[in-house]
């Protein structure tokens, strides 16, 4: 069982950047592929960004690509999501999420955070 705890977002102008934090509770959170997912009014939760249980491994939306960097510190037992560049669009509620294998399917992601509301004004 993985408990997650989402912080970070906020309210910022577009082309700043916010870093966005998952605090992971509970056994072997090193043993997790973590993940980013964002659900904007309107729209299906959509993936962002995966990474794999040892952090080798990256992978991102063609959306936010060169802009947001996915990584982790199993030693925390957190992961994080950069973001920079921000625009509009990027508006959003951001969820972490983690499963034993990295995928960028949300129903392959057995644990999820309560979600943490990210803004971008213009």
């Known amino acids: 069982q993985v408990q997650l705890v989402e912080s970070g977002g906020g309210l910022v102008q577009a082309g700043g950047s916010l870093r966005l934090s998952c605090a992971a509770s509970?056994?072997?959170?090193?043993?997790?592929?973590m993940a980013w997912f964002r659900h904007a009014p309107g729209k299906e939760r959509e993936f962002a960004a995966a990474?794999?249980?040892?952090?080798?491994?990256?992978f991102y939306a063609d959306s936010v690509k060169g802009r947001f960097t996915i990584s982790r510190d199993n030693a925390k037992n957190t992961a994080y999501l950069q973001m920079n560049s921000l625009k509009p669009e990027d508006t959003a509620i951001y969820y972490c999420?983690?499963?034993?294998?990295?995928?960028?399917?949300?129903?392959?992601?057995?644990?999820w955070g309560q979600g943490t509301q990210v803004t971008v004004s213009s």
């Open positions: 509970g056994r072997s959170f090193g043993s997790y592929a």
């Open positions: 990474i794999s249980w040892s952090g080798g491994r990256t």
């Open positions: 999420a983690a499963d034993r294998i990295v995928s960028s399917k949300r129903y392959d992601y057995d644990y």
